[in-house]
């Protein structure tokens, strides 16, 4: 059987998604993920599940229980209160909404259950966070002597940029010394968080890919290996190991 994987969804109030496309009405909210993670977990071998965004997380716990992995996705940035800051000018969208439910399942993930974990961008920042770490809010503001890591000028699938691959990590296993990247994130871990291991770096030293240290599975990645899967196959083998990490828990 296919191992069961959740994957969470972003929240937005633009109605426009809805009226443009002639599928809903003028006030009404939605949540939606793109299909390249969808895509990448079933191409894996998982069976892909949508988790919403609900009142309580209550709602939704006997499903999240019985996952056999879950996946945080990418989407708009964090409350910076979050890590005890303030805001700063080049800070994005804040979804507050998104910011407490996904906080509240990722630490009930990680408290009651053993389900391994895996973070894409927001999602890597959300589990830096939740471990006590802090983000840079713009790279361009407060990181300038680094390399522009937003370049969503290029495809999706391109890899602009190269990142070292730690040895003895997972991640090594899967890319080998290094790995290419697509770059499309104004925002990164600052300070790591108690227990995070940092496995991937840019030649900047930016942390890119992080590893939880002890027996229990959590792994988080800045950039979106999802996107990149359809025109190299070593991207699909990092999605590929997680599932089996998966089949094993």
């Avoid at 209160?81 to 399942?105: N, S």
């Avoid at 391994?116 to 961008?121: A, E, Q, R, S, Y």
């Avoid at 240290?213 to 196959?233: C, N, S």
């Amino acid at each position: 059987m296919r191992p069961v994987i959740g994957i969470t969804l972003n929240y937005t109030t633009t109605d426009t998604l809805g009226v443009n496309e002639g599928i809903g009405a003028k006030t009404q909210d939605w949540q939606l993920i793109a299909s390249d993670y969808i895509r990448a977990v079933e191409r894996a071998g998982g069976a892909p599940v949508i988790l919403p965004i609900t009142d309580s997380v209550d709602t939704i716990w006997e499903l999240v229980k019985g996952l056999d992995g879950i996946v945080f996705t990418g989407g708009a940035d964090i409350d910076p209160a979050l890590y005890g800051e303030e805001p700063i000018f080049g800070l994005g969208t804040i979804d507050t909404l998104r910011d407490g439910f996904e906080f509240e399942l990722l630490n009930r993930v990680i408290r009651e259950t053993s389900i391994p974990v895996l973070g894409i961008c927001r999602g890597f920042q959300l589990i830096n966070i939740a471990f006590g770490g802090t983000l840079y809010q713009d790279m361009k503001t407060q990181r300038p002597e680094g390399m522009n890591h937003s370049l969503g000028i290029f495809p999706k699938y391109y890899p602009a940029h190269i990142l070292k691959v730690k040895e003895g990590s997972w991640m090594h296993g899967i890319f080998d010394g290094e790995i290419g990247t697509n770059s499309l994130h104004h925002q990164a871990a600052k300070d790591l968080g108690k227990g995070l291991i940092p496995t991937l770096h840019a030649k900047d030293g930016l942390v890119e890919g992080f590893e939880l240290e002890g027996e229990r599975f959590l792994a988080a990645v800045q950039w979106h290996p999802e996107m990149m899967i359809q025109t190299d196959a070593k991207y699909l083998r990092f999605f590929e190991g997680f599932i089996e990490i998966c089949k094993k828990s």
